[in-house]
């Protein structure tokens, strides 16, 4: 079986491969090599021609279940998708699904992470979350979302060379360590994408 990860973003691909095969730990050798042989995760790098997914949903979940279902639609294969966003309360929830694009179009995360700084600057409260939204969908199927959701705050400047996005910045609840400082093993077991996907295993 074939799962495509609907997304070109190879940090985002990175981290849903570590994470799904993960999920496989706890399992008889003999079954993870059965598993890993049944299925194949690929990214849309193998599909150069995938139609590009307008992502203009009003929530995170809508927009997962676009992507999800246009692109297994396309490539006939089991697909997976995720929209996450960072709210900021001192932000209204800015910059919420708009998180990607709300440093422009082209802005890199050095850019984004300094808008969102400057954005803050003098506020004292910083509670921040995560969400992540996670749809399944099987090509003539209904499609299948989850929702994750991590609570933290954003500190005052960007330090770790883990991740991407704004994990610079962004301190998970229970830690004095950013996404960034924290690394991929950690923030796999408790981010909001870490709890959707560990929903969407299920329903996989």
């Not at 910059?95 to 808008?115: F, L, M, Q, V, Y």
Request: negative net charge; aromatic residues 4%; glycine residues 8%.
């Amino acid at each position: 079986m074939k799962l495509v990860l609907a997304t070109r973003n190879q940090g985002k691909v990175r981290e849903l491969t570590d994470m799904l095969l993960e999920s496989l730990k706890g399992v008889s050798s003999s079954d993870v090599t059965r598993q890993r042989r049944a299925i194949s995760i690929v990214s849309l790098e193998k599909y150069p021609d995938v139609p590009e997914v307008v992502e203009d949903g009003e929530t995170y979940m809508e927009n997962a279940v676009k992507k999800a279902s246009i692109i297994a639609e396309y490539t006939s294969h089991l697909t997976l998708a995720d929209d996450a966003g960072l709210e900021v309360d001192a932000l209204d929830g800015a910059p919420g699904i708009h998180s990607k694009r709300w440093a422009g179009e082209d802005a890199t995360d050095d850019i984004r992470i300094a808008k969102l700084l400057q954005a803050l600057e003098g506020a004292t409260n910083r509670r921040a979350r995560f969400i992540a939204a996670i749809a399944v969908v099987h090509p003539n199927s209904e499609p299948q979302v989850v929702l994750g959701v991590c609570e933290g705050h954003i500190r005052h400047d960007p330090v770790g060379e883990s991740g991407f996005g704004y994990d610079p910045v962004f301190v998970p609840a229970g830690y004095n360590r950013t996404f960034a400082e924290l690394g991929e093993e950690i923030k796999n077991r408790i981010s909001h994408r870490a709890k959707a996907l560990k929903q969407a295993i299920a329903l996989l």
